[in-house]
């Protein structure tokens, strides 16, 4: 994978050289840590030079009717209206995942597990007919970031068992799946620069890094990214705001293309939009950005 600061135009820090090439489906992932905060900084720029063609949204952090306006002032230049899939969180401002595409999506769904009130705003799905016939589904999930020895971290690893129950039945039942998203926990040494410094801490825990074993094991999963970057360090998508994180590159590769094999046969070009400075994030995360040959 390739950073974009490595491919700016020199008359904007947001736009990437990366024209989508004939035939394929870009589909884009991040976490906007706010979208009224995103889009105030320059989300609206990003997206706007992407040619994405689904954008999968977590942590938005805003109800339908703001996300409608602002994706609808984001997209205005696109000459289209944007479909939007969006399950809220139980509390105002908090969590909140979305699912926006260029086509009509024949189903929409939400939830994972027994609907648990701190559950809600974490998990979004949308069925996309393709032109051969079968049906894309791409889910949009925000797992718990978790706590040691809190509730927090409670809510997280039942999460993370109710995903491990439900990832195998919705690839039974479906063409293709797509699960893309924050899921807080980086898999292996190669995804956390400070892996060493983390191992006690939630993210990069034994118990939770197991499950991603059996996602990308039993389960039948692929790791779209990790497929084609090989093993190397990162490529990371989330970096803190304190301190020279960002600026020192020392982050956490958290942010996931989640595919069934069939379909991630089909990937090519992942990358991670990275600003080219600190003062031009728009969010803690960057977007992941995969093409998928689709037609």
Request: proline share 3%.
């Amino acid at each position: 994978m390739t950073d974009a600061a490595e491919t700016q135009h020199s008359t904007s820090p947001h736009v990437v050289r990366d024209p989508k090439g004939k035939g394929l489906t870009r589909i884009a992932s991040v976490n906007v840590n706010g979208i009224r905060a995103a889009h105030r900084k320059g989300m609206g720029e990003w997206l706007a030079e992407r040619e994405i063609d689904v954008l999968a949204l977590q942590e938005v952090r805003a109800d339908a009717a703001i996300t409608r306006r602002l994706i609808d002032e984001m997209t205005e230049g696109t000459g289209q209206q944007w479909y939007l899939h969006e399950e809220e969180a139980a509390a105002k401002g908090r969590a909140g995942v979305a699912v926006v595409t260029r086509a009509e999506p024949s189903a929409r769904r939400t939830g994972i597990g027994a609907g648990h009130t701190e559950d809600q705003g974490r998990w979004a799905e949308v069925d996309l007919p393709l032109s051969d016939g079968s049906v894309l589904t791409v889910v949009s999930v925000y797992v718990h970031s978790g706590e040691v020895g809190s509730i927090k971290q409670d809510h997280k690893m039942r999460f993370l068992a109710d995903m491990q129950r439900y990832l195998p039945q919705l690839a039974a039942q479906k063409d293709h799946v797509l699960v893309v998203g924050d899921l807080n926990v980086g898999h292996t040494e190669l995804d956390i620069k400070n892996w060493k410094g983390n191992r006690k801490n939630s993210g990069f825990l034994p118990e939770e890094r197991a499950f991603f074993d059996e996602f990308f094991g039993v389960c039948g999963y692929v790791d779209v990214a990790r497929r084609h970057a090989g093993e190397v360090d990162g490529p990371y998508t989330w970096w803190s705001y304190r301190g020279q994180a960002f600026d020192n590159d020392t982050g956490w590769r958290i942010d996931y293309h989640m595919a069934t094999p069939a379909l991630a046969e089909l990937s090519e070009n992942p990358r991670v939009d990275r600003a080219a400075d600190y003062s031009l994030r728009w969010s803690d995360h960057a977007p992941l950005v995969v093409d998928y040959r689709l037609s």
